[in-house]
């Protein structure tokens, strides 16, 4: 099986910085591009940020600048480390791995369970 696991959320106030990291662990043969989404209340889920194996990334034009992705291939991990937050920053942020299982000839997406950041004015 194929596990994402998300930390580092949190409340901070306008301003302040959290960092977001995303390990997946489980029988993976190979991780393709990473990311960060989030969902608020009321909103559908959008891309924060991705991050290829090659390390090329894409950003949300609302975090350009503020938020910055970075992976660690070999500990197969995702970062986010989120600078002069904003309360429209509050949401759940959820990892995402496009990868192969072990298992299976096949590239699919996988979630994390989500993380809560929330941002006071």
């Known amino acids: 099986q194929v596990q994402l696991v998300e930390s580092g959320g949190g409340l901070v106030q306008a301003g302040g910085s959290l960092r977001l990291s995303c390990a997946a662990s489980?029988?993976?043969?190979?991780?393709?591009?990473m990311g960060w989404y989030r969902q608020a209340p009321g909103n559908e889920r959008e891309l924060v940020a991705a991050i290829t194996s090659g390390g090329s990334t894409n950003y949300a034009d609302s975090v350009k600048g503020r938020f910055t992705i970075s992976r660690d291939n070999a500990k197969k991990m995702v970062y986010l480390q989120m600078n002069s937050l904003k309360p429209e920053d509050t949401a759940v942020y959820y990892c995402n791995a496009f990868l192969m299982p072990l298992y299976s000839s096949h590239w699919s997406d996988y979630w994390g369970q989500g993380t809560q950041v929330t941002v006071s004015s």
């Open positions: 489980g029988s993976i043969l190979s991780i393709n591009a």
